[in-house]
């Protein structure tokens, strides 16, 4: 069986999303161009999605999903402390949906849908690390005094800023460099002072 007929339309949308999203960026990308990668109608675009933005989102987060569950299963077994060394070191390596992301945050200027659908995106990202911060707190890893939402809100902010800059194909820090400067940023926040 081709790998086409053993996907999922909504799979086979996604995936072509993808490809067209990158090609055309967001506001070049057209809804029939993405069914027709995807060897299908606009209609099923419709009948899976509610418009372009929700499409774009969908894509953003498979990629994004099956990526935090790698990690996830890398993390096993380890503490928080060491969860969140990862995620820090993660800022540095290059990552596919990155185009993508940036794209839609320039799209959402004049998109209020998208700029809805972008914040939303960003807002269930950050309540991921709301969780990981609130278990280092029960842990010992991060002070019980430090702001949960502000530090989440920090982390998602380097996380943009890492996009920025691998987007723009800045050479990153040394990874040692960065590794340490990643461990004292947590030392800062821990309860150990």
Not at 23 to 49: K, M
Not at 134 to 151: F, H, P
Not at 161 to 179: D, K, Q
Request: aromatic letters at 4%; hydrophobic letters at 50%.
């Amino acid at each position: 069986m081709a790998l086409a007929e053993s996907l999922s339309t909504r799979e086979r949308l996604l995936s072509a999303a993808v490809e067209v999203f990158v090609d055309d960026g967001y506001e070049g990308a057209r809804l029939q161009n993405i069914a027709r990668a995807a060897g299908l109608t606009t209609g099923a675009v419709y009948a899976n999605f509610r418009g372009k933005a929700e499409l774009l989102f969908e894509a953003i987060g498979a990629r994004a999903g099956a990526e935090i569950d790698g990690i996830l299963a890398e993390a096993q077994g380890r503490d928080v402390r060491e969860l969140l060394e990862l995620l820090g070191d993660r800022l540095l390596q290059p990552r596919e949906q990155v185009p993508l992301l940036i794209d839609a945050v320039a799209a959402a200027r004049r998109d209020d849908e998208l700029a809805g659908a972008l914040r939303q995106h960003l807002d269930r990202r950050e309540q991921v690390l709301v969780g990981l911060v609130e278990r280092a707190k029960r842990e010992g890893a991060i002070d019980v005094d430090v702001d949960t939402n502000a530090l989440a809100r920090f982390c998602m902010t380097l996380a943009m800023g890492s996009l920025v800059m691998r987007t723009l194909h800045a050479a990153p820090p040394e990874r040692a460099a960065w590794h340490e400067l990643i461990t004292r940023l947590l030392d800062a926040v821990s309860q150990e002072q």
